[in-house]
C-alpha cells in the first residue's frame, strides 16, 4: 500500500512574512482534516528554518528546492545538503525542469545529488519529464527512460529506499495545461515497469511516483485515482492555501 503524498514546490514565491502567513492558514486548515497523505511543503531557503518551527508536532513535512552536490567548501552562494537537514528538511526536490533548464543541471549532476542527498538522510524527490517537442516527437518514453536510469546510475536498489519519483511533463508546468489522467498515468505505469526492470518487482511496487504540472483542485481527483499515481507536486496552485488543501483532500 503506497500512502499518498502532496507536495508543494513554492519555488521563488514567499518572503518570510508571506511564508508564516500561508503556512498559518495551512495548518489552521488541516485542523479539521484527517489527511489520509502525506503533506509536504518546500518553501525557499528563507523560510525554512521559521516553517520547520510552525509545522512541529502537525502533519506537515519539510523539504527544500534544491542544493549543492558537495559536502562543504568554498562554493559561495550555495546551500549543502547538511544545512537543509539541520534546518528540519526531510525532503528535497532533485532534478526540476526548472533546474535542468535555466540552470543547466544535467543527468551526471543530479544523479550527484541523488547520492548526497541519500548519504544525508534526505530524502529525494527525484522529477523527470519531456518538453513538447519530445512528446510531439513520439519520443517521450525515451527521454523519461535516459533520466530515470542516468539520474539512478550506479545505485543498488537497498540504496534507494525513501526515494520519490515526481513526473512532471515540461510542458504542463505553469501553462495550465494538464496532462490528462490517461496521458499522465500511462507515463508512471512506464517508470514503474522501468524500475521493475532494472531494479526490482519489490522496489517498483513501493515506489511512489508524483504527478506535477498544473494540478489543480479540479483535476487533482481524477489524476489521483489513476492506478500508478500516487501523489502530486504542485506549483502555483500551492501557494494558496485553499487550493492545496483542496488538493490534500482530494487524495
Ligand atoms: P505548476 O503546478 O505551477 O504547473 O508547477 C508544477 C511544478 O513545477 C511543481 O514542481
Known sequence: MRIKVIA??????????????LISRLLNGLINTTA?????????????????????????KLGAQNFHQEEIGAFTGEVSAKML??????????????????FMETDELINKKILR????????IFCVGELLEEREKNITEQVIQRQVLKGLENFSVGYLKNLIIAYEPVWAIGTGKTANPQQAEEVHHFIRKLIERHFSQEFAKSLRILYGGSVKPDNSKDLLAQKN???A???????????????????
Request: with cysteine; net charge negative; hydrophobic share 40%.
Open 117 to 124: 542527498a541519500i548519504n544525508n538522510n534526505l530524502k529525494p
Open 85 to 102: 537537514l539541520s534546518t528540519g528538511c526531510e525532503f528535497v526536490i532533485i532534478g526540476h525542469s526548472e533546474r535542468r533548464t535555466i
Open 36 to 60: 489520509n497523505c502525506e503533506v509536504v511543503i518546500c518553501p525557499p531557503f528563507t523560510s525554512l528554518s521559521e516553517a520547520s518551527a510552525m509545522i512541529k508536532g502537525s502533519t506537515i
Open 8 to 21: 508543494g514546490n513554492w519555488k521563488m514565491n514567499n518572503d518570510l512574512f508571506e511564508s508564516k502567513d
Open 233 to 251: 507536486l504542485v506549483g502555483g496552485a500551492c501557494l494558496n492555501a485553499d487550493s492545496f488543501l483542496n488538493i490534500i483532500k482530494s487524495a
Open 229 to 231: 499515481i500516487d501523489g
